[in-house]
Structure formats: C-alpha cells, structure tokens
C-alpha cells in the first residue's frame, strides 16, 4: 500500500485548502458584516435550495466515478466524458427546477426569486467541475487543489470589489457561480491538454454507470434534507435573521472541514483499490481513516466549545452574538457527520449502495420531525440539536441496527479503540521518520 501517495495528496488538498479557509474566514467575515444577518440568510437560504437540486444534477457520480475509473481505467475517456454529458444536461433541467419552486414557494416575493436563480447558475458549473474526480483517482489532487485555490483568491477579490462599491445582495447570489464556472473549465482545459484525454459518450456506459451512481441519488437528497432542512424551516417559520445566527455558527462549525475532507480523498483511491487487492489490508485501512477523523474531529469539538465566544466574535462581530449558543451545540455533529462519509466509502468499496436510502430517508424524517418540534420552541438552537441527534442516529446507532452495514460498525469501534490509535499512530510517525531520512539521504548523494 503506497501510503507516500495518499500524504503528498493530501498534503497538496491541504495545504491549498488552508490558505483558502483562510481567504474565506476573511472575506466571509467582511461580506456577512456588510449584508447584516438578514441578507447573511437570503444567501443561506438559496444556497439550501441549490442544495437539494444538486444531489439530482450529481446522479450520484460524485460517489461513484473514483469506483469506476479504478475498475476500467482504459476506458476513462468514455467514463468522464459520459459523466460529463449527463451531469450537464441534468443541471439545466435543475436550474429550471430551482426557479419554479422558489416562484411557487415564494410567491410575489421576486428579490428571494432573482437571489435563487442567480445562485442556481451554480449548477451548470458545478456538472462541469465533476471532472476533479479524475485527478483524485489519479492521485494528483495538487492540480485540482491549486486551480481551486486560485478561482477562489479571484473570486474573493471580486467579492471585497462588491463590498468597496456597496453592490447589492444579487452580485453576491453570482459569484458562487463564478467560482465553480473557473474551477471547472480550467480543469477541463488541464485534462484535455496536459493527460492528453479525449472524451467520448456512450449510451451503453451512460446506462451501466447510471445504475451502480443511481443508489446514490435519493440517499444524497435525503443528507441535503437533514443538512439544510433547518435553513428552510427556521426561514420560513422565524425569520431570514435567525438563519442567518444559524448559518454564522454551522460555517464557523466548518471551518476546517477542508482537512476532514482532504483526508478521505486521499483514503478513498487506496480504500477501493485495497478491497480490490487485499481485504485484510482495506478491512484495517477503512479503521485507521475512523481513526484519525474521530480523534481530529472530537480535538476540533472541545477547542471550539471552549472559545466559541472568542471564534463568532473575531469571525462575525457583536451583530452575531446569538450565534454563540448554537455554535456550541453544533460544532458535536461534526464527530457524527464525518462518521457517515467514511461509511459511505465503505458502502461503496462493498457495493451495498441499495442500503443508503434507508439510512439517510431515515435520517431525513428523523430530523425533520426534531426541526418541527424544537424550532417553535428554541428557535436556531433547537434546530442545531435537531442536527446533532440526526447525525448520532443516523451514522452511528443506525449502524448497530441494521444488520447489512453492522460490520462497518465493527470496523469503526476498532477505530476508535486507543490501544489501536496508538498502535497505528506510533506506525504512522515511524514511517513519516523513515521518509524523511530517505529523502535526506538522496539529497546528500
């Protein structure tokens, strides 16, 4: 198992992703001071609607194209450029979804429509943005990560233009899809002329490949269900004010999340390709990922818990004060949310797709009914446990029940067991030593 592969990947995801969080702290800071809680939750808002449309737009390739390039990489051609094809086609029947559910929804209230539509665009871009995947089979996710990074200090400083001119809530609803429009073509440029890739579709792939991704269609809706049903609720039964108290704290809850995922990319090609090759070795792979999610995420918990005062006030200023209290509450669904991504991989490495929708509908109606019942009463602080109980359900308890997926659960408790951290920790470090001397000694020669 090439294990130097998987640090020099992540090693480029995060390095890039630090210096983008750290952008994105700033300018986020700035750009939710200057549009105040109201407009903060227009945006959140249309995000949440954008979010359930893109599960649909993905067709579950976002979960399975790694899985299908490692099974018949000579045929990659075919695999991006049929992925490519249909994401594309399915994201302008999403826009035009996006803009017919606000129109109803939001009846006569034409800023919330234009501020949905604007960051629907999104879409169209994020289908062509698919193409990152390729990179992360092949383990070159520093090219990804650098075009990333630098679409992004674009984009930032277009935003800090928006905040100098005053512009509108609309010029901000765009930008999102500026980001991914950069993102995307660039790494369509980088593939075609750099790997020298063609693409081509295939009907015959296109309906192989739609029916291994399609398991993952409504079990990723049902995550956005219980991801962002919360912004909806707390929108239309409260106030755009409260989400956006809301949305403060759950993005400073995230603010490292780009380490966590990082990590699972990098994982995720040696996870399947192990399975492929030596279960034993994937069996003890897929613990040591637990592992180091559990511990880092558990670590991130009890530091922001502490300072969560300290962490709203630097980040979004005295407006946001009532943040305070449901960062505190949130910043635990993390341990639990990471769980589920994890397991996922595990699924799929097993091919047990047909379990996912059980888990997340579960999921979904599970919180839906706490968002229902705590919201009236605690406002966004009930809407944050809301979150925190669906995460504890659904990937972790959820797992003891259902038997298909309990050996996960094995697998994950064995992760978390800190005679096994240790163990695998002091291996860790071993090897990172031994890497390090080698490379001093062929620098020496």
């Known amino acids: 198992m090439n294990f130097g592969k998987v640090f020099n990947n992540a090693k480029w995801i995060i390095l890039c992703k630090i210096i983008q969080s750290v952008l994105q702290l700033v300018v986020g800071m700035l750009c939710a001071r200057y549009l105040g809680p109201s407009n903060y939750g227009l945006i959140s808002y249309a995000a949440s609607i ?71 665009l999104s879409l169209f871009f994020a289908a062509i943005e698919m193409i990152q995947y ?10 990804a990560s650098v075009i990333m990074l630098v679409s992004y200090i674009f984009v930032s400083l277009y935003r800090i233009y928006l905040l100098v001119t005053s512009k509108s809530v609309y010029w901000f609803a765009v930008t999102h899809s500026i980001e991914y429009g950069i993102i995307g073509i660039t790494l369509i440029f980088l593939y075609m002329k750099k790997y020298k890739g063609r693409f081509s579709v295939s009907f015959s792939a296109a309906k192989s490949m739609f029916s291994r991704s399609k398991h993952y269609i409504l079990s990723s809706l049902m995550v956005v269900v ?37 990590i699972i990319d990098s994982f995720r090609p040696m996870i399947l390709s192990g399975k492929k090759e030596n279960a034993q070795d994937y069996k003890k792979l897929i613990s040591m990922l637990y592992c180091v999610i559990i511990y880092l995420s558990v670590a991130q918990s009890l530091v922001f818990s502490v300072f969560s005062k300290l962490i ?45 929708w059980i888990i997340n509908l579960s999921g979904a109606a599970f919180n839906i009914i706490l968002n229902a019942v705590m919201i009236p009463y605690w406002g966004a602080c009930g809407a944050a446990f809301a979150s925190l109980l669906t ?9 003891f029940i259902m038997k298909p997926v309990r050996e996960n659960n094995v697998l994950l408790l064995k992760g978390i067991n800190p005679v096994f951290a240790f163990k695998e920790g002091k291996n860790l470090l071993g090897l990172l030593k031994n890497k390090h001397k080698n490379k001093e000694k062929i620098n020496a020669n």
């Not at 009846?107 to 604007?118: F, M, N, Q, S």
């Not at 919360?230 to 490292?256: R, W």
């Open 50 to 120: 954008v979010a359930f449309a893109t599960p649909v737009m993905r067709l579950g390739f976002n979960a399975t194209l790694v899985h299908e390039l490692v099974e018949a990489p000579e045929k990659e051609g075919e695999i991006m450029g049929t992925s490519l094809a249909m994401n594309i086609l399915s994201s302008v029947l999403c826009m035009g979804g996006v803009a017919a559910f606000v129109a109803f929804a939001n009846a006569g209230d034409k800023e919330t429509l234009l501020v949905c539509v604007l960051y629907g």
């Open 312 to 356: 709203i006030s630097v980040l979004y200023g005295e407006s946001y004060m009532a943040s305070v209290p449901i960062l505190r509450i949130l910043i635990w669904f993390i341990v639990f949310s990471y769980m589920g991504t994890v397991r996922n991989v595990w699924i799929l490495a097993e091919q047990k797709q047909r379990y996912l």
């Open 391 to 399: 995460q504890f359900f659904t990937n972790f308890v959820l797992g």
């Open 134 to 143: 390729w990179f992360q089979y092949k383990l070159q996710s520093k090219y």
């Open 226 to 262: 219980f991801q962002n049903t919360d912004h909806i609720m707390l929108t239309t039964m409260i106030s755009d004010e409260e989400n956006g108290f809301y949305t403060a704290a759950i993005t400073s809850a995230g603010v490292i999340q780009f380490v966590y995922t990082a």
